[in-house]
């Protein structure tokens, strides 16, 4: 990927043109994407992660 300092908006912007107008670069920044997004937990295994963390939260307070 392409990498710019924070509030460098011109920075950020030659990324992106160079993004768009580079067809191999577009590509393999896509791929990685597509191979990084794969190996992500999906919303719903998120979800439920996330809500059975606070039902045990919950319990553990309960037993107080």
Do not use: Y
């Not at 509030?7 to 393999?28: C, F, K, N, P, Y």
């Not at 896509?30 to 999906?42: K, V």
């Amino acid at each position: 990927g392409l990498l710019s300092e924070p509030g460098d908006v011109r920075a950020l912007a030659e990324s992106m043109v160079h993004i768009a107008s580079d067809d191999g670069l577009r590509d393999d920044i896509s791929a990685a994407s597509r191979e990084r997004g794969a190996s992500l937990p999906t919303w719903e295994e998120t979800a439920e992660t996330f809500f059975a963390t606070l039902r045990r939260v919950r319990f553990a307070q309960e037993g107080l």
